[in-house]
């Protein structure tokens, strides 16, 4: 018994000093000077990686439901997004690419072109994937990020760059390569609104930046919206809404409401849920 103890003891160290290893790792991604572009509209916008510097990660919020210009919007925070998603990096692997990115072959590349130079020639490496999130359709994420995914000596594999430039077009992250449990595939469009007074839930999946009611709470009449959308992670999602999607909803201010029943309520405290106008909606 003292042995197995010692054995679940250890065990537990080397998985904490994994995830702040890990931890660490994402936070230097996301802090990562990638400099300046002509693209960048003359520095108006501010770049991520200038933002970035003097953040607490941990102490955001992994989701954000908020009142964007009137409407009711989600935001996947993602620092946590990639700590959620990914598993450990790969540390052997990120060394393999990180000599070959130094060596004469890449001389003349920058790290994309280095990124699609090794995998060429890496040993056992099966393409799955590589997407940017900007061009995906519905993309819920903080910050853009472009990733490859493979599989890789009977692991499944993601190397994933951050932008944290300013114009989408440049100031990418040198690309770190991490485990996927997913298939390769990130779950950056996937995101659920719940009431956390009636239990309304809406859902967007990939392809489908509207949030549509998947599960209706409360003393909520059926409206009998017809729910039918093609993703790639699961195929064809069917099913029946019972309220109407809550983009559908504007949100206006607590001292601007009227009584209507077909707005959303902003408070200090967050939204306010427009079916049964008591709980708050909250992300997830």
């Known amino acids: 018994m003292r042995g197995t103890a010692i054995w679940k003891m250890g065990r537990g160290r080397k998985e904490k000093k994994a995830l702040m290893n890990k931890k660490k790792l994402v936070k230097s991604m996301l ?41 009711a919007d989600y ?15 790969l540390t052997e692997l990120q060394k393999q690419f990180e000599d070959f990115a130094g060596s004469e072959k890449c001389e003349d590349k920058g790290w ?13 490496w099966k393409l799955i994937c590589t997407v940017n999130t900007y061009n995906d359709g519905g993309d819920l994420l903080s910050q853009v990020l472009q990733y490859t995914s493979g599989e890789w000596n009977g692991i ?10 300013c114009d989408v077009r440049g100031g990418y992250t040198k690309p770190v390569f991490f485990e996927n449990f997913n298939e390769g595939w990130l779950e950056n469009c996937h995101g659920s609104i719940v009431c956390e ?26 409206v009998d919206i017809e729910i039918e959308m093609d993703t790639p992670l699961y195929g064809t999602v069917k099913g029946k809404a019972t309220v109407r999607p809550l983009q559908d909803y504007p949100v206006v201010s607590e001292d601007d409401y009227d009584g209507e029943d077909d707005t959303i309520v902003e408070t200090e405290n967050g939204l306010i849920c427009p079916v049964c106008k008591k709980g708050l909606l909250v992300g997830y």
């Open 31 to 71: 802090k990562e000077c990638t400099g300046m572009s002509i693209l960048d509209s003359g520095g108006a916008y501010g770049r991520h990686w200038e933002e970035n510097q003097k953040k607490n990660f941990d102490k955001e919020p992994a989701v954000l439901v908020y009142n964007n210009c009137g409407t």
């Open 112 to 124: 994309f072109g280095c990124l699609d130079a090794f995998l060429a020639q890496l040993d056992d």
């Open 156 to 165: 499944t594999v993601s190397e994933i760059s951050v932008h944290t430039g």
């Open 197 to 222: 007074h009636c239990k309304t839930l809406w859902e967007s999946v990939r392809g489908d930046a509207v949030f549509t009611v998947m599960q209706a709470g409360g003393n909520v009449k059926p």
């Open 75 to 89: 935001i996947k925070n993602v620092y946590h997004f990639l700590m959620e998603e990914l598993g450990n990096p």
